[in-house]
């Protein structure tokens, strides 16, 4: 359970002193998670990880002086379905040492940080798992999918005839500066449409548009369009790199897009017919998109888009206050469930009514009524994003009906219009 205490000070686990490390800290820091992550040459990139220290949010195992775990977070705005958002305590940097393994040093990391983020008022926690088994012990469930193509060109021809343009819209390359300016305004605009997106600062925008530059990194510098409507809008944007190829007098160029975001079909198709028409490009890798975007129904043939074999979970969430997470996102029908969930960590344990009323809006509280479904926090965070159904959940054995049916009217209710999916890794 979780309880009040002071998250910040240091506590000694098995002979292993964990504690937030100071800003001259860092660079050791840095050192220690490139090891962790099996990387011990890499570059190390102190003005970077300087400007990502927070008080008490960028966190270190000690062996006497030696760091030999890590562990970092910050604050991020999540998108719910409807397009509100809550404040998210996002993990990332995780590792610990192979020499120190199954010595408590991650329970202790994650543990100080779930009760800090509880603490500051943030609704969930989110993470990028590197491996499925780690993180559903501290009540994280997968919250989002990632979704990406291989297009072969040859058999596709293109997009489909008769689908609607901008009037008067035109697409431009744009450089670097204008890439980071223009996108960032953009983005902002567009994650508020997408359940599951998070925020990108400005150290994002900095990194991916060369103007930090981490030792060891090979920047390419890609190619970047830009689409506006008649009006001068920026509504669209795409990122993508070529692989120039030739067999023989033949090309074969890889064309893989790294980025694109559309706030409406007539620019996403500005910008696809874009993408399928560089010359010399034979295949198309689209490495990440939504898992319900509509592009292979806008090819010419449809089975020219081949999912891509790293199509998997990506964000998992975790459930800190119930009711402001469940209480924020709109719902799919009008209608009431109540869960008995299971929160080893304490902070999801207890029965709550889900009440939506028929607009769509909906409010989450606890109750004493009969439940109808019973779950584990891993499970409901699962759900909160609608990555996952309530009957699939139930048929797995993940899910227990309590009440014959709960499963599939709990489903009308957290049914959401678009899949979840976070483009921005962290």
Known sequence: MHNDSDHTAPETVNGIQVRAVAVDEVEEWNRALNFGFLRPH????????????QPGRMVAGFDGDRQIATFRSFDVDLTVPGGAVVRADAITNVTVSATHRRRGLLSAMMRRDLAAAAGRGCAVAVLMAAEYNIYGRFGFGPATRGSGWDIDLGRTRGLREGLPGVPGGRTDFVTLAEQAELGAELYDRWRLTQPGAIARDEIWWERHTNRIQVPGDTFKEPFTAVHWDADGTVTGMVVYRIENKWDGAHPDATLTVEDFIALDLPTAVALWRLVLSVDWVRKVVVAGLAPDDPLPLLLQDPRAAVPRKDNADAMWLRLLDVEAAFGARAYGAPGRVVLEV??????????????????????CVRTTDEADLALGASELGSLQLGAETAPRLAA?????????????????????????????DF
Do not use: C, K, N
């Open 42 to 53: 890499a570059g190390v990139a102190p003005e970077l990880r300087r400007r990502q220290w």
């Open 396 to 424: 797995a054995g993940l899910v227990t009906e309590l009440r014959p049916g709960a499963a599939a009217a709990a489903d009308l209710l957290l049914r959401t219009p678009l899949r979840a999916w976070t483009p921005t």
């Open 342 to 363: 299971e929160d080893e960590l304490g902070y999801a344990s207890g029965r709550f009514a889900i009440e939506v009323a028929e607009d769509g809006t909906g409010r």
